[in-house]
């Protein structure tokens, strides 16, 4: 099983700053099979980035991922108050089980 | 617009049943592969499961945890993805997604219906 890491658990920037968020798998990812997720309380969560680095769709372009094999990264270039939430990565592989999730990051509002 | 939308979330006995729904629009459900996930209270993310479209064979997959317990099932002329779960334990408390996926990915999830297990 593959599992995944992200770090930090916890970011606390402002609105206009940067962030960068990290997930590291215990093996290579085949195939880049790495996605993104922004999941808000009470809400559904909402696919941001796929196969490591194309945007899903309605996703804005401040939002980029970046990554292979077991490093992967999801940059958001200037935050907007919007983009406050837990950030979840994801992979896909060929054995069991199938789709394995990060713990998460929580981007919070410094 | 692709909508989904879980039902039939309570509260239930260790040991016991319940089966969520998760009605689908907006997309070709017939074709699409079908997964449900869920997230633990404090917790993250956990695949339970998936259905191919039958056109792809319809094979299921399910998670470890939950293997011999729970049944993922589909009803294509009701747009209508089910999860039958038995014997169900207290770690399987959970918010219950259902999720319309690509092969990799899943590209649009419903807001999901709580589960308790509990005496």
């Known amino acids: 099983e593959i599992v995944l890491t992200q770090s930090p658990g916890t970011l606390s920037l402002s609105p206009g700053e940067r962030a960068t968020l990290s997930c590291r798998a215990s093996?290579?990812?085949?195939?880049?099979?790495l996605a993104w997720y922004q999941h808000k309380p009470g809400q559904a969560p909402r696919l941001v980035i796929h196969?490591?680095?194309s945007r899903a769709t309605g996703i804005p372009d401040r939002f980029s991922g970046s990554g292979s094999g077991t490093d992967f990264t999801l940059t958001i270039s200037r935050l907007e108050p919007e983009d406050f939430a837990v950030y979840y990565c994801?992979?896909?592989?060929?054995?069991?089980?199938?789709?394995?999730f990060g713990q998460g990051t929580k981007l919070e509002i410094k | 617009e692709v909508q989904l939308v879980e039902s039939g979330g309570g509260l239930v006995k260790p040991g016991g049943s319940l089966r969520l729904s998760c009605a689908a629009s907006?997309?070709?459900?017939?074709?699409?592969?079908m997964t449900w996930i869920r997230q633990a209270p404090g917790k993250g993310l956990e695949w339970v499961g998936r259905?191919?479209?039958?056109?792809?064979?319809?094979?299921?997959d399910y998670a470890a945890p939950v293997k011999g317990r729970f049944t993922i099932s589909r009803d294509d002329s009701k747009n209508t993805l089910y999860l039958q779960m038995s014997s169900l334990k207290t770690e399987d408390t959970a918010v219950y997604f259902c999720?319309?996926?690509?092969?990799?990915?899943?590209?649009?999830w419903g807001p999901g219906t709580r589960v308790t297990v509990s005496s």
């Open positions: 999720a319309w996926q690509a092969i990799s990915h899943f590209n649009y």
């Open positions: 907006g997309f070709a459900f017939n074709h699409a592969w």
């Open positions: 259905v191919k479209s039958k056109t792809s064979g319809g094979a299921i």
């Open positions: 093996q290579s990812v085949s195939s880049n099979y």
């Open positions: 196969d490591a680095s």
């Open positions: 994801q992979q896909f592989g060929s054995s069991p089980p199938l789709y394995t």
